[in-house]
């Protein structure tokens, strides 16, 4: 059972670098998210998706797109890096719209921009 | 945006009881949440309230009060391998899910 896989685990970005963060999921779930973890900040949302082919804005949208052109697979993007996106960046997807079922999480991305 | 308090750290002896408390705002509720997440890893879910009243999840209780914008979660027979973060979520709209910043457990011998 894979769940929800991110790539890569960990990356070394500098300043004005772009990169991309893969998310898949293998439970054929709806609703996809973006979250970013920061030292007691808690989660916070950065993007999330309800199908395959949509995206919304979360709570911390600023600096980051997002994809979802499989209904699998659900993509970060970082056009352009800054020190402030430094993280811990975490995918989850869910069977309901609700919260019933919860939310399942990949293991994160760890990313550092120097 | 919503905002959900929890305290902060929390400490607790192995074997005993302890409950975290987690408030939050009214508007556009649906529901608490409860994760749990060992440090380096992700975070897992462990229960949901959307009604008032406690569900029970083998040593792990969730209890809500919708009246007083409120809920907790009970650990019984606390093991060691229980010190990690405990979140608190809710609900915000119908697809989005907004955490507390977290309360750290740690249990001692």
């Known amino acids: 059972n894979a769940g929800v896989t991110q790539t890569p685990k960990f990356r070394v970005l500098k300043t004005g670098q772009s990169m991309t963060l893969l998310c898949a999921q293998d439970m054929n779930h709806e609703y996809m998210y973006w979250y970013r973890q920061d030292p007691g900040m808690g989660l916070r949302l950065i993007h999330y998706?309800?199908?395959?082919?949509?995206?919304a804005k979360g709570e911390v949208p600023d600096g980051y797109n997002v994809s979802r052109l499989k209904k699998q697979n659900f993509l970060l993007g970082l056009e352009s890096a800054a020190p402030s996106q430094t993280s811990v960046y975490f995918c989850a997807s869910s069977y309901s719209s609700g919260s019933l079922y919860g939310y399942t999480f990949g293991s994160g991305t760890r990313l550092t921009v120097v | 945006g919503q905002s959900l308090e929890q305290p902060s750290e929390v400490t607790a002896v192995e074997g005993a009881i302890v409950q975290i408390n987690c408030t939050y705002q009214?508007?556009?509720?649906?529901?608490l949440s409860w994760y749990q997440q060992h440090d380096g890893g992700a975070p897992t879910f462990l229960s949901y309230?959307?009604?008032?009243g406690l569900e029970e999840t083998g040593r792990f209780s969730s209890f809500l009060s919708r009246s007083d914008s409120y809920g907790y979660l009970l650990l019984q027979e606390l093991q060691m391998k229980d010190s990690a973060s405990y979140f608190c979520a809710q609900g915000a709209g119908s697809y989005q899910l907004t955490f507390g910043k977290g309360t750290k457990l740690s249990v001692i011998p």
């Open positions: 309230n959307a009604l008032d």
């Open positions: 998706s309800v199908g395959e082919g949509t995206t």
């Open positions: 009214t508007s556009g509720f649906y529901g």
